[in-house]
Every structure is written in structure tokens, then in C-alpha cells.
């Protein structure tokens, strides 16, 4: 285990829970914090640009009274996440509010750098990086992420095509920092075969959709309790980079998503439009391969008591 000294003893479960575009939000983040598991939130999710101070200040004010509160079971630290991409052009605002609230986690995506990871450094923050092959992983190490994100075949979202069994190996035979694993993963028996693989963390987004507190249409959190992995489809034509998105949401968009055409990845939007006006994420739904373990839409707090659950019932298993 490489679990960081900022999280040691902070955490119920090795589990982040992924930020979700749109769907995130303080009350999602602040539930899963006093639950046990990190919470995370885009900073784009806070629009416009001044309400992320907002959100930074009672996410902040909300887990320092619940810690006095609770001295013996503290909250778990929470994490934004910021799109490094010439297309973002708040990221030096947001990068800015972090640091002057000391956001104990920036999770980047769609970039790497150097002087992000040194202002987050300045206060003694960590940064991890989500990749989906080594190529980008090295990158992001060589300018100095802590630790990596590795978003496996199966994760919703922008997801990679590489198997978790692989993508953790060859990974370990060169990194031996901090280590997400992203990619079906919606079980605690999951998030402890993560860290048999060598992960010290399950990254759980999915699940987290059909909970009470996240800002998702009930139609869509009815969606993730009803799927399966058959109903996952991947493609890269709503935002120009490869993703997982439920079939049901496509067809209602009036496409089919057994013949979609292929986008032109230099032309990447983000929630900003998609052929038939349809807008991802909004309209087209993000999901990952994982969502048949997903039985009810329930508070995030009992989601996370459901994988603790699991999670220690599969260490007993093993142990007899």
C-alpha cells in the first residue's frame, strides 16, 4: 500500500469517489465525506465561475464543524477536479480559489501541469492524474503528479480500452506512488480486488449517480438502477474523446447506438452540444460497465455503508 500520510486513518474505505460532470455537487460531496470515502467535484460543475468560491466555502465550513462534532470519526478529505485543456479558460481562476482554500485533493484530467501541481505543492495538497496507458501516466509523473488515476475498460465517462489487470501491472513495474483504480468498479468485494491487483484505491463514479443527494434527472438515476453492462455503449461522438454512455439515452436522442459516426477529436466539446442537439452530459448519460451491482437509488451514506459491508465480508472470505 502507498496510501498517502494525508489520508491515513482518514478514510473508512480505500475508495474516491469520481467527480461527475454535472452530477456532483456540495451536498453529493459533503455526504460522501462524512461517510468515509473522498469526495470529489468538477469545478466546472460551479457555473459560473464565482460560485465555486461558494461551494469551496461551505464544503469547507460544513466538514470542519462535523470533525468538531465528531473528533473520533472524522470526514474524509474531498477533491476537485480541473480540466487541464486549452478549452478551459477559468482554469487559472480555479486553480487560484483552490489554493487559497487549500483543497487537499486536485484531481486533473485532459493535461498535465508543471505549475498546477507546484501551486497545489505549495500548501501541501496532492494531485492525482486520471490516464488511460502509460504513455500519459509517465507524462504526468514526470511533471509531478503525486499519484495516478488509472481509468481502465469498462469506467464511465472518457474511459480507456486497456484491461485494469494490465493497466495496474505495468504501471507498478516503474511507479510506486498512489494509485485510483477507475472501471466497473460498484462493489466493496471490487474495491478490495483493486488492491489485491495492487490499486490503493477503488474509483467509484457510477454508483454514486443513483444516490439521493446527486443532481442527476430521476430518469437517469432510474437508468443505472435498471442497466446492465449490455447497456453501455462506447464512442467518442459527443465530446470528441472516447467514452462510456448508456444505450437508453442515446436511442432517446434519436440515434442509434449501433451506428454512430465517428467525431473529430481535435474538435472536443464538453457539454456544449452533439449531433440531433442532444448535450452530453446532460441529455446523453455517462455510465460505466459496473451499474448491474446497482439494485435502488439510495443516500450516498448508505451506499458507502452497503460497500463497507461488502468490502469487509470479502476480506473474511479470503482470510478463511
Not at 478549452?87 to 487560484?96: A, E, K, T
Not at 501541501?124 to 492524474?129: I, P
Not at 430518469?219 to 461522438?237: E, H, R
Not at 470528441?240 to 440515434?255: D, E, K
Request: net charge neutral; aromatic share 6%.
Amino acid at each position: 500500500m502507498t496510501l498517502p500520510l494525508s489520508l491515513r486513518g482518514k478514510l473508512r474505505l480505500p475508495v474516491i469517489a469520481s467527480p461527475l460532470f454535472i452530477i456532483s455537487n456540495p451536498d453529493l460531496v459533503i455526504a460522501q465525506c462524512k461517510a468515509g470515502v473522498v469526495g470529489s467535484f468538477p469545478a466546472l460543475n460551479a457555473r459560473p465561475g464565482p460560485v465555486l468560491e461558494e461551494w469551496l466555502q461551505r464544503i469547507t465550513s460544513e466538514l470542519a464543524a462535523y470533525d468538531k462534532a465528531h473528533p473520533d470519526r472524522p470526514s474524509a478529505p474531498f477533491a476537485v477536479n480541473q480540466i487541464v485543456h486549452k478549452s478551459n479558460d477559468r482554469l487559472q481562476h480555479d486553480i487560484d480559489l483552490c489554493v487559497k482554500y487549500k483543497v487537499p485533493i486536485i484531481i486533473t484530467s485532459l493535461g498535465a501541469q508543471e505549475s498546477l501541481n507546484a501551486a497545489i505543492h505549495s500548501y501541501g495538497g496532492l494531485v492525482l492524474h486520471d490516464v488511460i496507458n502509460q504513455k500519459f501516466a509517465r507524462k504526468a509523473i514526470e511533471k509531478g503528479a503525486d499519484g495516478l488515476i488509472l481509468v481502465a475498460s469498462g469506467a464511465g465517462g472518457h474511459a480507456g480500452v486497456q484491461s485494469p489487470f494490465a493497466l495496474v501491472q505495468e504501471t507498478r513495474e516503474w511507479f510506486d506512488g498512489p494509485i485510483a483504480l477507475s472501471g466497473s468498479i460498484a462493489t466493496g468485494d471490487a474495491v478490495l480486488a483493486a488492491q489485491a491487483m495492487g490499486a490503493d484505491f477503488g474509483y467509484i463514479g457510477s454508483a454514486f449517480i443513483a444516490t439521493t443527494e446527486a443532481n442527476a434527472a430521476e430518469a437517469y438515476k432510474q437508468a443505472i438502477v435498471n442497466g446492465a453492462a449490455q447497456d453501455i455503449v462506447y464512442t467518442n461522438l459527443f465530446t470528441g474523446v472516447h467514452g462510456n454512455y448508456l444505450r437508453p439515452s442515446i436511442v432517446n436522442a434519436g440515434l442509434d447506438p449501433d451506428d454512430l459516426p465517428e467525431s473529430d477529436p481535435s474538435k472536443m466539446n464538453f457539454g456544449s452540444g452533439s449531433p440531433g442537439k442532444a448535450k452530453a452530459w446532460r441529455d446523453i448519460w455517462g455510465s460505466g460497465q459496473g451499474i448491474g451491482a446497482i439494485k435502488a437509488i439510495l443516500p450516498a451514506a448508505e451506499l458507502v455503508d452497503r460497500l463497507a459491508r461488502e468490502y469487509e465480508a470479502a476480506r473474511k472470505r479470503i482470510a478463511a
